[in-house]
């Protein structure tokens, strides 16, 4: 592997374990978060429920940290810049999906080979799995945002309201 990508994982380990101040403010105070507040609060009444919630939570972080990307690239003046944040995005992705495969993989026998261990998977697997990936999205994103003088007030993409649990068991 390259130094580069071993440097890119370790800061991006280190900033996704330790943050900082200024992400605390916004860790629950985004529209996301607080969309899906009463789907976390309520309606995880059964495992095909929490799967479907979690799943679509992954998908709102994921889409906005597409979004927040594509912002900070726009205020970036220089392409030399800009090409070392796409690096940046691209690695954020890897973790972000390598987080959901080994949280995955706590769900499972890993006694057995990769290619059949799960069949053996805890019924909530699949839902730990995206709620550990939307956590590093979750994370990334705000990274991304965090106060910084030189780029105007990011404002967040995400619209919806959470999960309607009416649609999903109609």
Not at 11 to 32: K, Q, R, T, Y
Not at 131 to 138: D, G, H, T
Request: hydrophobic share 35%; net charge negative; proline share 2%.
């Amino acid at each position: 592997m390259s130094r580069f990508f071993l440097s890119t994982m370790l800061f991006l380990c280190l900033a996704f374990f330790c943050g900082n101040a200024v992400l605390a403010a916004d860790e629950n105070n985004n529209p996301i978060d607080k969309a899906f507040a009463k789907n976390f609060k309520d309606d995880c009444i059964s495992t095909y429920h929490e799967r479907y919630i979690y799943s679509e939570y992954q998908q709102a972080w994921k889409d906005e940290f597409g979004h927040a990307v594509e912002w900070r690239k726009k205020h970036l003046k220089f392409k030399e810049d800009r090409e070392l944040f796409e690096q940046y995005a691209s690695v954020c992705e890897k973790l972000a999906s390598l987080s959901g495969t080994i949280e995955l993989n706590n769900w499972c026998d890993i006694n057995v080979s990769p290619k059949e261990r799960y069949s053996s998977m805890g019924t909530g697997g699949l839902g730990a799995e995206s709620l550990a990936s939307a956590a590093v999205y979750k994370k990334m994103t705000l990274n991304i945002i965090a106060d910084n003088d030189a780029f105007p007030e990011y404002k967040y993409h995400y619209s919806g309201k959470g999960v309607d649990i009416k649609k999903l068991e109609q």
